[in-house]
Each structure stands twice: as C-alpha cells, then as structure tokens.
C-alpha cells in the first residue's frame, strides 16, 4: 500500500484544481512542524527561496518545498487531516462522512443521498418602509387598481356632459354659386338702375375713319393747341368771385382770403 | 469551487487509491453497494456493467470498475459514498486524523 502516493495525488490535485489553497495546507503544515520534520538540505532550498522573493507566502512555501516532499516528510497524520479537512468542506452540505463502511439494507431501496440540501440562506426580508433621504412624498393613497377604477368611472359620468354639437361646416362652400344666390334673398333692395339709351352704332363703312383712332380724327399735332386755345373773355375773374369766401371773408383786413 | 472541480478531485484520489492500493475494488463496493449503484448508475452504464458481467461469466468487483471507473464513479456516485470509502481505508490504514 502506498499511501503517501495516494496523499500526494490527492493533495496534489487539490492544488490543482482550486479545491484547496497553499493556505489550507500552511494550516496544517505549520512552519513548527516543517522545523522539526522538513530535512536541512530542502530548508535550504526553502530559505533560499524565500530570501530572493519579493513576497513570502503560502503559495511560495508549498511551491519550493512541493507536495511530494510534504507528504514525505511530513506526518501522515498531518496531511491526512488536511485531506480530511479539504474533503469536509468540498462535500459541503452532503451527508456526514462515515469513519465505517456503509451497509444497506438489501430491500430498503434507500438511495444514500437522501439527505436534505443545506437550508437556504436566510434572506432578511428588505424593510418596506422607505428611507427618507429626500423630500418627503406622500405615498399614494389608493392601489393602482382603486385608481383605474375611478378613472373608468369617470370616464363614464363625464361621457353624457361631453356631447358633441351637431357637427359644422368647417369648410368653405364650394365655388356653385348656390350659397349666393340663397343669401341675395337677404339683400337689401337696390335701385335697378336703367340702361343709358345708347346710341345704336352706326355702321361704318369701310371708307369712315375710325373715330378712336387719332390719326383719322383729322388733328393734327400742331392744331391741338388751337382747338384748346380760349379767350379772354372765357377766363374767370377769381377776386370777383363770391364762391371762393372763406369764413373770414368779414375781416377787413382780407387776411385768410384766398386767391 | 465548481462541482466540476470537486468530481475531477474524488475522480482521481480514487483512482490513486486503487493504484496505490489504498482501497481494493472490494473496498469501493462496500460502500458502492448494489443499490447504490442502482440509484445512482444511469441505465446504459447498468446494461454495460450486466452485459460485461455476462460476457465473462462472473460479476466481480473489479470487474464491476472496469466498467464503473473512477470517472464515472465520481461522475454518477455521491461524493460522500466515495469518501466513505477513501476514509475507511485510511483508518485501516491507521492513518488518524489530529495526532502527529
């Protein structure tokens, strides 16, 4: 039986596979222990170690020294401990390890791990009652079920009071005429005022000139100025004339009369 | 630690165990009993231990590890049947724990 083989492989795996930690094993692998037990040759090795490295530690002592050695060395007890101690917190909440072979019942179809889980962290239950860090805010004083309710209340009393007026033309009439002629009704009534007797046209021969056009009204532009040409006679006399008083024409003095 | 982790570890110190001959195959069945395994074994890996069983003739507890190996044992089995185990041997062993 190799039993320090079969320490070595365990220990060794531990280390390996994070199951336990140099810690665990400088716990019980005490510095006293590895005095009185680890040979001088590997405490030079070990001391060499720990003088050219920046941090000593847990890790760099299982390292330097390395399992093998300690489960060598060491006290099988020892590292058996450490095993068992790994192993108890490896199983964590399975079923408590027995020191003795387990026997069951041939019939008893009692499978071994029917031991309960480890009970469920007690959660401390969060207190509802607000911090008050801030401003005070009243907290609202209906569920959110009471409010939907009387919201759909509302909306139901206030239907009746919200009827629509008949609706309005909103947009202009069309441009038919029929609005117009409807509203001529409402016209005040207006004088029809009677065509001028218009003179018919005379029809113009070919050979008339035409009485618009400038050229054919025989004036020519010299003979304007003589068919304008008045008078003396014609003129108005405007210091004689009584339409052009003003209100002050009773000054004497004949200010404010306009010439 | 991942229960990957932990199944890897109780994988190998079995298989240290039966390779240094902590334990015998024997050993392991006595806490693997058969209705341990019968709880815990998936039905093929049963049908293969029988089927193994059948084609040579005995059922044997190494026999039985052939087929059931350390990986499956830790795999299917509950780490505490395997500890059992491995802390049997060592009291046979008369490995205690506290004292130097």
Known sequence: ?259 | MSSDQRQAWFAKMMESGLENQVFAPQDVLAHATPDVLASHLPPELLSRVLASSLASGSMTPERVLETVTPELLAKHLPHGVLWACIAAAAARAGVTTGAV
């Open chain 1, 1 to 259: 039986m190799n039993l320090k083989g079969f320490f070595v492989t365990t220990l060794s795996q531990a280390l390996d596979l994070a199951i336990a930690t140099p810690e665990d094993v400088l716990r019980h692998v005490t510095p006293d222990l590895l005095s009185q037990h680890l040979p001088r040759p590997l405490w030079a090795r070990l001391l060499t170690a720990c003088m050219g490295a920046p941090r000593v530690d847990a890790q760099l002592i299982v390292d330097t020294i390395g399992v093998p050695n300690l489960c060598e060395h060491i006290p099988v007890s020892v590292i058996w401990t450490c095993i068992t101690e790994i192993a108890q917190r490896a199983l964590g909440g399975e079923s408590a390890v027995p020191t003795r072979p387990v026997f069951t019942r041939p019939s008893g179809a009692v499978p071994l791990s029917m031991t309960p889980p480890p009970p469920a962290e007690q959660r401390v239950a969060a207190s509802s009652a607000p911090v008050a860090v801030g401003p005070t805010i009243p907290a609202p004083a209906q569920s959110l079920s009471d409010v939907v309710a009387a919201l759909e209340a509302d909306e139901r009393t206030a239907a009746p009071l919200r009827s629509r007026s008949p609706t309005q033309q909103r947009f202009r009439g069309s441009s038919t005429g029929i609005g117009r002629l409807s509203a001529a009704a409402n016209r005040r009534p207006q004088a029809t005022a009677s065509p001028a007797a218009e003179p018919a046209p005379a029809r113009r021969s070919p050979g008339d000139a035409d009485p618009y056009d400038e050229t054919a009204t025989g004036v020519g532009k010299d003979d304007w100025k003589s068919a304008l040409a008045v008078e003396d006679e014609q003129l108005v006399d405007w210091s004689a004339a009584d339409e052009t008083l003003t209100s002050n024409e009773t000054r004497d003095d004949g200010v404010g009369r306009k010439r």
